[in-house]
């Protein structure tokens, strides 16, 4: 059943505000009605597209992140509790995929994790000692992967940190990275 224009901005609304790094074509697909009816509402709502709203969220973790400056974190960071847990978005595009297949390379993948684990560290310095990884399916270009970080075990000189990617709630990568803390770094430099 068709929603009245009314009514879809109301879900829109209200969908957004649940997901809000809901894509256009998600939210086509979930109203059945073409992406440009999307945008328009979107519009009139004065909604911003998905990429300013994630810009957004990642703004309030700009400052909160000590280990590496901002722009060295691979994705948009849109949580992050130091020492406790971090979830970053990437979208991968033409420059992540190899060009005959689409394919994601997995280097990008690998960074968008290990800077992800890198940036939950709440010291200043922060570096990957050791890290235990597996890729379980491609990703393809135009996916979103949402990397989900999680502090195991902390010490003075050392945290293991838990990363797990995903597109949509299929896992494609995991990881366990074990890192060193400035305390350990400066003992062993």
Do not use: C, W
Request: proline letters at 2%; zero cysteines; glycine letters at 4%.
């Amino acid at each position: 059943m068709k929603l009245n224009k009314k009514e879809r901005q109301k879900q829109l609304q209200l969908t957004i505000s649940e997901t809000p790094f809901i894509t256009d074509e998600e939210l086509a697909d979930k109203f059945g009605v073409s992406i440009q009816t999307i945008r328009l509402d979107r519009l009139e709502l004065a909604i911003p597209e998905v990429r300013e709203r994630i810009k957004h969220v990642a703004v309030q973790h700009f400052d909160k992140v000590k280990s590496l400056p901002i722009e060295e974190v691979i994705g948009e960071i849109i949580d992050l509790q130091l020492d406790k847990s971090a979830i970053s978005i990437l979208e991968f595009k033409r420059e992540h995929v190899f060009s005959r297949t689409k394919i994601a390379r997995g280097h990008h993948l690998f960074a968008q994790a290990n800077s992800l684990a890198v940036a939950v560290i709440d010291d200043e310095l922060a570096l990957t000692a050791k890290a235990n990884i597996r890729f379980t399916r491609q990703v393809t270009e135009g996916e979103r992967v949402v990397a989900k970080a999680k502090v195991i075990k902390k010490s003075k000189a050392r945290t293991i940190v838990e990363v797990n990617s995903y597109v949509d709630q299929e896992r494609v990568f995991s990881g366990e990275f074990v890192m060193f803390r400035k305390e350990q770094v400066l003992q062993e430099g």
